[in-house]
C-alpha cells in the first residue's frame, strides 16, 4: 500500500479508483483499512477511494503518541494534507465515524457528504448500554483493561469475532499482525476510554458536541447513516433515530442484520448503499468552479 509521512510518523493507505472527488473510508478499533476490502469494489467504479490506516494502527506508523482521539485527528488533519484532498466524500465506522465528522466539521467547505456506520452520533449515557456492555466497558477503563488489552489482546481475539460472525481465520491473521506485543496495543486500549459516557472524558465529549451541531446546521451537505437491524448502544434504535430527527440533510438506509463490525458481515449492502447515495446526490462529480469559489 501507498505510504506519506505524517508528522513524525507514517500512514499506510489504500488508493484504487478514479474520481477528483474521492471517497475517503475511515476504521475504528481495533481494524484496519482491511475492514472495507470487500466494500470497496462497490464505490471505486464511480470514483476514487482511499482508505487509511490510522496511526498507530494497521501498517501505519507508531510513533511515541498518548493515542487519545485528538492525536488520532492531528495525523489524520496531516494525511488529508499531505495528500492535497480539497474536496472529499466521508465514510466513516466506529471511531472512523467520529474522526470523519469532527473533520467534517472542521472543514465543511472541502466535504461533499458524509456516510456513518456502527458510530458515535452523539456523547452517550452509560444508561444507554446493554448491562453486559456496560460491565464490560467500565472494566477497559479501570487497570483490569490493561490486563485485558495489552496482555490478553481481548480486542483482537475476542471483541473482534464477536462482533463480526463472517470473519474468518485469516481475515484475523491481518487484523492481528500489527499488534505482536503489548506495548503495540496501546492504541486499542485507549479507544473504549476516550468514549465520552456521561459528559467523560470532557474534552472528546466536546468535540462530539461540535460535529453535532455542524451535521445538523450542513444543510448542504447530503448525509447518510446506515442501520444495522437490533442494533445496540451507539448503534440502537433511538440513536438511530436522533440522528435521522437532528442531522440536516439526513437519510437512514438499512443493511440488514449484521454485528458491530458490520463491513465484515454486510460488504455488499453497505457498499451498494453508499454507491447508491453517492450517483443519486451526485456527490462525485466536481463542483463548477464558481461555487468553489464562492464557499471558501
Do not use: C
Not at 154 to 177: H, Q, W
Request: avoid cysteine.
Amino acid at each position: 500500500m501507498p505510504t506519506i509521512t505524517t508528522l513524525d510518523s507514517f500512514m499506510t493507505y489504500r488508493d484504487t479508483g478514479a474520481g477528483s472527488v474521492p471517497v475517503v473510508l475511515l476504521h475504528g478499533n481495533p481494524t484496519s483499512s482491511h475492514l472495507w476490502r470487500n466494500v470497496i469494489p462497490h464505490i471505486d467504479p464511480l470514483t476514487r477511494v482511499l482508505a487509511p490506516d490510522l496511526i498507530g494502527m494497521g501498517e501505519s506508523g507508531k510513533p511515541d503518541s498518548p493515542y487519545r482521539f485528538a492525536d488520532h485527528a492531528r495525523y489524520l488533519e496531516a494525511w488529508f494534507d499531505g495528500l492535497g484532498l480539497d474536496e472529499v466524500i466521508l465514510v466513516g465506522h466506529d471511531w472512523g465515524g467520529a474522526l470523519a465528522m469532527d473533520w467534517a466539521a472542521r472543514h465543511g467547505d472541502r466535504v461533499r457528504g458524509v456516510a456513518v456506520l456502527e458510530t458515535f452520533l452523539r456523547p452517550l449515557r452509560w444508561s444507554e448500554m446493554p448491562e453486559q456492555g456496560r460491565e464490560l466497558f467500565r472494566r477497559f477503563r479501570s487497570p483490569e483493561g490493561e490486563r485485558m488489552i495489552l496482555q490478553d489482546n481481548m480486542f483482537i481475539e475476542f471483541n473482534l469475532p464477536f462482533g463480526a460472525k463472517s470473519l474468518t481465520p485469516a481475515d484475523l491473521d491481518v487484523y492481528r499482525a500489527p499488534y505482536p506485543t503489548p506495548e503495540s496495543r496501546l492504541p486499542m486500549l485507549v479507544w473504549p476510554r476516550e468514549i465520552p459516557f456521561d459528559g467523560e472524558p470532557a474534552d472528546v465529549a466536546a468535540v462530539m458536541a461540535d460535529y453535532g451541531h455542524w451535521m445538523a446546521a450542513s444543510a448542504d451537505v447530503p448525509k447518510l447513516v446506515l442501520a444495522v437491524d437490533n442494533g445496540v448502544g451507539m448503534g440502537g434504535q433511538a440513536a438511530i433515530e436522533w440522528a435521522r430527527r437532528t442531522f440536516a440533510a439526513a437519510e437512514v438506509a438499512g443493511i440488514g442484520p449484521a454485528g458491530h463490525h458490520a463491513p465484515e458481515d454486510r460488504p455488499d449492502a453497505i457498499g451498494s448503499a453508499i454507491a447508491e447515495w453517492v450517483n443519486r446526490h451526485g456527490l462525485a462529480a466536481p463542483r463548477p468552479r464558481e461555487v468553489v469559489q464562492n464557499s471558501r
